[in-house]
């Protein structure tokens, strides 16, 4: 059990207990950004404090050092004053008064009691009555050891009771959903889960009912808590009145341990801890990331750890024999690769083996397998990217901006997926910032999604005519409406300073072309926009930035730019090698004899399944580096066991570039390795030796040859910048004049926020293993401070190492074809990739596959929504069930891009890789 201690603030550190956040929250402003805040003088319990003009009194005093208790009180949504917990006498015109300091903003000369008798008998009486009916069941309540009541009861409250009649009484626990489960006797009303699903997630599907002693939390009937966001609530419910399925009565704080670590079941890279007990991780909690994820987490990311002791893990070596993959050793299964490495380089060359995937490896292991395939085996036919991102030098080259820049900009032009499905607490992001902050959202899309009701102008497209829509918002065409006239006056102004462009591929039905076409319109005609690139797995950035992709090396430099690496590595290939598409049309005639899969699965990945199936049974030697079998497994000759997250330690880079530490919290089970490990074996099994016998020489090694790593060493790793995370290049030089850390304010803000909103981190840091999840210290004076996380004029750190021409050409506008329907294929967070289906708890979320279409396409037919039809393409024909959707526009339909089990229809069947655009038309089965 813990006592609630006061936090301050590391030197240097932006505020978040205190600071904008909540004061952006309460409706006052906490000062300039990029000026030091104006301060104001309180007296607090006698002595005077400095505290932001605005900031709540409650924050400020906990800034000084004096902890005032709290239950409603959240420093990441609106306060509301509920529990009166955080009572205080403030001097008013007649004298002391009690009032909520959650509610209550400072003001210059204000006085304050914080430990006066009133606040003493005001806090008792706000105890007893929440124990009133609340049962003292803490021995068998999950939330035992990790329970503000419990904590606040023993130091604030009155020590007895007086109340001995029977309690109310519910049925319990209720599963408002398949992830959290309610007890109604435990809830203490105190407002935290309605306004997160309110307020912060836009789904208000939990809710209370009920008058009097009748108030209740609840989901309204026959709808569950369907949220991305639900296990949130879990985390800041101050009692065990929420608590998650998959982590009922498994631990309490002072058996668990835990590592702090970076989420990778998306780009966006949310910090959170990984909590373990006896050797299995139990639980994921956010931690509070100003840069980031505001301690928020997706469900997919909270809750996707139980695939790393699913019972389809890969544990072994497997080498297929008799049609069969059986278990082999490690020595056996290296051999058997190496060998028939050996005879595809002495026949054919380098150029007959390439390296598909890689975004689910560390920073770590995507460096050690570009060395092995650049400079062992000699290809450079590596692709992390699977034809549904961006291109490499676009992604490195383009003007950069941050999460933080797109949240505060100007005007941010959204031109990407739907963020609620592919990147979810980048929505959360954005809807705060248009919440809170106003911002002006122009989203460009062919279909609703989750921003359409948010943005201040929604803008339509066809599949195919994305370029059309931005030449009208920049002037070159006649705009098609007063919406397009509207947000082109708004983007232009200034040449397009403080315009962010959140760039994605909104769909993978379409080639890039549109989208990579669109970017270079964009960079010409707003020079001063900066682009936030949209990418979807885990970390596929930090995989482009380690070389695994054609025609670059670690660090985003060419190829032909190498010579650093040609030297230590020993060679490079001649030239620039295959991507994704170009490697496996070359696998399936047979040019391209050997094939690495790194955590990929083509078949469920590429979008264009028949190309990919045919490339995978024409390989004559297919070796996957994988934790769980997936679609693709069928095809492969030999299963490399790799470790998964939280069994390995390394950094990650998401989406903005951002660099964050990977910690390990358990061991792989089995005989799985490490990424770079086996990298490593491989390489001797080929007579070559990586130089490898940790992830430390990898660090040292990539901060020695590649000028966007200069200064990353293991030390500041295990520093600031580690824990942080932080922009790369690192700007700023210690007092030796090394690049090294920054402080603490310039890595992102993160700090410890209020114990009370992470009680299930502070109170394993207090009980359980020794850990420092959450808290932040500061590093030495840096003499160079970076400007906005990037290099500033006249640093003399490295400079940008990739540029981006834009394409002159425009692709032309495919025609319409009156009797089709273009297709939108769209990725779902829940879908039939291996983390949610190795996962119990989120495997069933997956939704069954259904055509998406505009009403009047299913009156055109003659047919009810719900009704199976047949769908034809280029490629082949499907039976999917047909469902009437207003928010997809007329001659569009939408369909899953991975379907939610390896054996369902899904987009990839009707895509043809290369085609501008995936035309498909739809007939009743009895035509079809």
Partial sequence: MTTPSPSPSPSGAAEVGGGAAQAGASGAAAGDSGAAPQEVTITLDGREVAARPGELLIAAAERAGVYIPRFCYHPRMRQVGMCRMCLVEVKGPRGFSLQPACFQPVANGMEVRTESPAVKKAQDGVLEFLLVNHPLDCPVCDKGGECPLQDQTLTFGPGETRFVEEKRHWSKPIPVSSLVELDRERCIQCDRCTRFAKEVAGDPFITFQGRGDHTEVNTFPDRPFASYFSGNTVQICPVGALTASAYRFKARPWDLEQVESTCTTCALGCRMVVQSSSGEVVRHLGVDDEAVNHSWLCDKGRFAFEASTAPSRRTHPLLRSDA????????????????????????????????LGGARLTNEDAYAWAKLAKAVIGTDSVDAQLDDGLPAELVAGLPPATIADACAAKVLLFLGPDPREELPVLFLRLRGAVRDHGLDLVELSPVDTSLTDLARASLRYRPGQLVDLVRQLLGSLPPANPAVAAARDRLVAGGGEGVVVALGRSSIAESEEQTVAAAGLLRRMLPGATFLPLLRRGNVRGALDAGLAPGLLPGRQRLADGGAFATAWGGLPGAPGRGARALLEAAATGQVRALFLLGADPLSDFPDRSLARRALEAVELVVSVEAHPNASSEHVDVVLPAAAPSERAGTTTNCEGRLSPVGQKVVAPGLAWPDWAIAVELAAALGADLGFASPADIVAERA????????????????????????????????????????????????????????????????????????????????????????????????????????????????????????????????????VQASPSLAALAASPALRAHPSELERLGVASGTKVAVRAAPGRLELVLEADAGVPKGVAVLGAVPPAADAPGASALVRAGDPVTEIRLETLEAG
């Fill in 324 to 355: 069969r993959l059986r278990p082999v050793s490690w020595q056996v299964a290296l051999s058997e690769v190496a060998g028939r490495l050996r005879a595809v380089l002495a026949t054919d060359g380098p150029g007959a083996v390439g390296v």
């Fill in 704 to 835: 020695r040859l590649a000028p966007l790593f200069a200064g990353v060493t293991s030390a500041v790793l295990a520093g600031t910048v580690g824990r942080m995370g932080a922009l790369l290049p690192l700007r700023g030089r210690g007092p030796d004049g090394e690049l090294g850390e920054w402080p603490a304010g310039a890595t992102g803000g993160l700090e410890r926020l209020d114990p009370m909103a992470v009680p299930g981190i502070a109170s394993v840091e207090s009980q359980g293993a020794p850990s420092e999840a959450g808290v932040v210290r500061a590093a030495g004076p840096v003499v160079a401070a970076p400007v906005g996380g990037r290099m500033a004029a006249g640093d003399d750190g490295p400079a940008a190492l990739l540029s981006w021409e834009p394409p002159e050409a425009l692709p032309a506008t495919p025609p319409v074809d009156a009797y089709s329907l273009r297709l939108v294929a769209a990725r779902r967070c829940y879908d039939g990739g291996t983390a």
